[in-house]
């Protein structure tokens, strides 16, 4: 028996490379492409969080005045590349092996990595006590775990997290990548490593129970159910508005900050219709709780461009109206009738004219009734001042 021979996998590259090659490439390209474009997205909020406008010069010529926005996109930027350098170490080299009498871990890394992430062993002879344990609070949360203790070693292994690549069936494969409830159930049932321990001598205290009885449920299909479904994809229509039109699109911004207690008023209003509809859907609590906040905080942002392009589309034009420039980033308009301007960013810009010294702008009203002022030519101006400036 000692010389019976098991290797397992991580559950995600085992299905992963299960796949057809081509389904193989398609997913490393998307995966490259959603890479470079948070990357250039990350860069471009840079830029436009100085308010110089969305070009890369203008990105280089402010890089140096911000370092921390610098700092922040690096970082994103290597989050995103660690997890796909794990991805692939994780997939030549990541393994769970039980042959001659031991259990053996292999890290994804080798070389000086190792030593973060170290290879271990134990014999099977050595281990005092096995049992399986489910976590509440963890990162992947009631889920079961096996709890090995032998000698001074403290192992805990995820048991739906490996599995045996021989026992995957190409055809399936796809469909186990996309559907989490699903692939915890087929990775239960193809648990392999308790039999094999218990085969070995091995006493484990207590078994994996069925998924959906792992303290009421060990994760649950959001994409499977109609109503969550929906409110994902309202969701991510959402944020995905509020970043473009807000960082991206539209050049004009608020004279007058608005008043948030609006935006704040809708989002609660959404998370709660959105609780009641899911969990009238059978969504479970924790999963409508959490989902139907994300949507409210969504759409509550949401609402904020929104509002701008609503305004937009009913006002009659924009107009060039004469400010004065008054003490600090402060500008006082000429007619009375119309709203003070204040600059909260780029003071050695606007530091640069004298006082009262008189601007342009271009401002609009419509429906709503606030006035919005179009910042793409003082964007433009500001690029010329920055690059003058280096």
């Given at each position: 028996m000692?010389?019976?021979?098991?290797?397992?996998?991580?559950?995600?590259?085992?299905?992963?490379?299960?796949?057809?090659?081509?389904?193989?490439?398609?997913?490393?390209?998307l995966g490259l492409a959603t890479l470079l474009v948070v990357a250039a997205m990350t860069l471009q909020l840079v830029a436009i969080s100085r308010e110089l406008g969305a070009s890369w010069d203008q990105l280089l010529a402010g890089?140096?005045?911000?370092?921390?926005?610098?700092?922040g996109a690096v970082l994103c930027a290597l989050i995103m590349l660690g997890q796909w350098v794990y991805r692939s170490a994780s997939s030549r080299r990541e393994r769970l092996e039980l042959r001659d009498g031991a259990l053996r871990y292999?890290?994804?890394?080798?070389?000086?990595?190792?030593?973060?992430?170290?290879?271990?062993?134990?014999?099977?002879?050595?281990?005092?006590?096995?049992?399986?344990?489910?976590p509440r609070i963890a990162l992947f949360r009631n889920e079961p775990v096996l709890e090995l203790r032998a000698g001074t070693q403290r192992r805990r292994i995820r048991?739906?997290?490996?599995?045996?690549?021989?026992a995957i069936d190409p055809k399936e494969a796809l469909g186990l990548q996309r559907n989490p409830r699903r692939r915890q159930h087929w990775a239960a049932q193809r648990e392999a490593m308790l039999p094999y321990l218990?085969?070995?001598?091995?006493?484990?205290?207590?078994?994996?129970?069925?998924p959906d009885a792992m303290h009421g449920r060990t994760g649950f299909d959001l994409a499977g159910n109609r109503a969550s479904h929906a409110a994902l994809f309202v969701l991510f229509?959402?944020?995905?508005?509020?970043?473009?039109?807000?960082?991206?699109?539209?050049?004009?911004?608020?004279v007058e900050p608005p008043d948030l207690s609006g935006f704040v008023a809708v989002a609660v209003?959404?998370?709660?219709?959105?609780?009641?509809?899911?969990?009238?859907?059978r969504v479970p609590v924790l999963e409508a709780t959490v989902l139907g906040a994300l949507l409210g905080v969504a759409v509550g942002a949401a609402g904020y461009p929104l509002l701008l392009r609503v305004n937009q589309l009913t006002s009659a034009g924009s107009i060039g109206h004469d400010y004065m420039r008054a003490e600090g980033l402060r500008f006082i308009p000429r007619d009375q009738a119309l709203p003070e301007i204040v600059f909260?960013?780029?003071?050695?810009?606007?530091?640069?004219?004298?006082?009262?010294?008189?601007?342009?702008?271009?401002?609009?009203?419509?429906?709503?009734?606030?006035?919005q002022i179009d910042m793409a030519p003082i964007w433009q101006d500001m690029r010329r001042f920055y690059q003058r400036s280096g």
């Amino acid at each position: 028996m000692d010389n019976e021979t098991l290797t397992l996998r991580p559950v995600s590259v085992a299905l992963q490379a299960a796949l057809p090659a081509w389904q193989q490439r398609l997913a490393i390209g998307l995966g490259l492409a959603t890479l470079l474009v948070v990357a250039a997205m990350t860069l471009q909020l840079v830029a436009i969080s100085r308010e110089l406008g969305a070009s890369w010069d203008q990105l280089l010529a402010g890089l140096a005045e911000r370092k921390s926005d610098l700092a922040g996109a690096v970082l994103c930027a290597l989050i995103m590349l660690g997890q796909w350098v794990y991805r692939s170490a994780s997939s030549r080299r990541e393994r769970l092996e039980l042959r001659d009498g031991a259990l053996r871990y292999r890290s994804p890394f080798g070389g000086a990595l190792n030593r973060l992430f170290p290879d271990w062993q134990i014999r099977i002879a050595d281990i005092r006590s096995a049992r399986i344990v489910t976590p509440r609070i963890a990162l992947f949360r009631n889920e079961p775990v096996l709890e090995l203790r032998a000698g001074t070693q403290r192992r805990r292994i995820r048991l739906l997290g490996w599995t045996d690549p021989s026992a995957i069936d190409p055809k399936e494969a796809l469909g186990l990548q996309r559907n989490p409830r699903r692939r915890q159930h087929w990775a239960a049932q193809r648990e392999a490593m308790l039999p094999y321990l218990r085969r070995l001598g091995v006493r484990i205290q207590g078994d994996i129970a069925a998924p959906d009885a792992m303290h009421g449920r060990t994760g649950f299909d959001l994409a499977g159910n109609r109503a969550s479904h929906a409110a994902l994809f309202v969701l991510f229509g959402a944020g995905l508005y509020f970043l473009l039109d807000t960082f991206f699109i539209n050049s004009e911004t608020y004279v007058e900050p608005p008043d948030l207690s609006g935006f704040v008023a809708v989002a609660v209003a959404t998370a709660a219709v959105t609780l009641v509809v899911l969990r009238k859907a059978r969504v479970p609590v924790l999963e409508a709780t959490v989902l139907g906040a994300l949507l409210g905080v969504a759409v509550g942002a949401a609402g904020y461009p929104l509002l701008l392009r609503v305004n937009q589309l009913t006002s009659a034009g924009s107009i060039g109206h004469d400010y004065m420039r008054a003490e600090g980033l402060r500008f006082i308009p000429r007619d009375q009738a119309l709203p003070e301007i204040v600059f909260s960013e780029n003071e050695d810009y606007w530091t640069q004219f004298p006082a009262e010294t008189v601007h342009r702008f271009q401002l609009r009203t419509g429906a709503l009734g606030f006035y919005q002022i179009d910042m793409a030519p003082i964007w433009q101006d500001m690029r010329r001042f920055y690059q003058r400036s280096g």
